[in-house]
């Protein structure tokens, strides 16, 4: 298992930005895949991105594609995701995520779960 922590949710008016930053315990991050997901009251947790092991595949739920990136720094032990040209139904608790699995896009993959960062988006 391992800690993780999410940061840099907020805010933001629709069309703007927010970089959404996750920090994880332990010297054995390079053998997770890492993934975003996020929820909205009353709704499934939704697959939003994921990135394998050694960051070199990228998934991303259609309804995000174009518009975030997912990234990793396996020296820092964090994952990125960069949200560009926000829209209203962003709005949701964005939760970071950890995988034994080397790529994958599946919540049943993810053992390890943050506890999440509100993202607002306001038109």
């Known amino acids: 298992q391992v800690q993780l922590v999410e940061s840099g949710g907020g805010l933001v008016q629709a069309g703007g930005s927010l970089r959404l930053s996750c920090a994880a315990s332990g010297r054995t991050f390079s053998s997770y895949a890492m993934g975003w997901f996020r929820q909205v009251p009353g709704k499934e947790r939704e697959f939003v991105a994921t990135?394998?092991?050694?960051?070199?595949?990228?998934y991303y739920a259609d309804s995000v594609k174009g518009r975030f990136t997912i990234s990793r720094d396996n020296a820092k032990n964090t994952v990125s995701l960069q949200m560009n040209s926000l829209k209203p139904e962003d709005t949701a608790v964005y939760i970071c995520a950890a995988s034994r699995q080397i790529a994958t896009t599946a919540v049943s993959d993810f053992g390890s779960w943050g506890q999440g960062t509100q993202v607002t988006v306001s038109s």
């Open positions: 990135i394998s092991r050694g960051g070199g595949i990228t």
